[in-house]
């Protein structure tokens, strides 16, 4: 519940990935088995952490979330087709691993 305020701030961060970080909150209520009850907060969510990735002023917090940025260009790739934007998502995870290593 911490993150909560600090993401839904995110969420007034706008940026020329806007539409690409709205297909990504699409995408992630879409495929993420979440409860009905959590689609608005999901989305914004989504949204505003991948639109933090992309054009968050504060460097830090840029990086950290730039993961959810790219996770938005899957959804860009992959409309309306989970199965390829999960399996788009666990590439970027798995690149961003063994990277850090």
Same mark, same amino acid.
């Given at each position: 519940?911490?993150?909560? $305020?600090?993401?839904? /701030?995110?969420?007034?961060?706008?940026?020329c990935g806007? $539409?690409?970080?709205?297909?990504? $909150?699409?995408? +992630?209520?879409?495929?993420?088995?979440?409860?009905?009850? @959590?689609?608005?907060?999901?989305?914004?969510?989504?949204?505003?952490a991948c +639109? /933090?990735?992309?054009?968050s002023?504060?460097?830090?917090?840029?990086?950290?979330? @730039?993961?959810? $940025?790219? +996770?938005?260009?899957? /959804?860009?790739?992959?409309?309306?087709?989970?199965a390829?934007?999960?399996a788009?998502?666990n590439?970027?995870?798995? /690149?961003?691993?063994?990277? +850090?290593?």
């Amino acid at each position: 519940m911490r993150l909560v $305020a600090p993401l839904l /701030a995110l969420v007034a961060v706008t940026g020329c990935g806007k $539409a690409t970080c709205e297909k990504y $909150a699409d995408m +992630e209520w879409q495929c993420g088995n979440y409860p009905a009850d @959590e689609k608005n907060i999901t989305r914004v969510l989504s949204q505003g952490a991948c +639109e /933090a990735g992309t054009s968050s002023p504060n460097r830090e917090e840029r990086a950290v979330m @730039e993961i959810y $940025a790219r +996770e938005g260009e899957c /959804a860009a790739k992959h409309p309306g087709d989970c199965a390829a934007y999960e399996a788009c998502k666990n590439a970027l995870r798995d /690149a961003t691993r063994r990277a +850090e290593r």
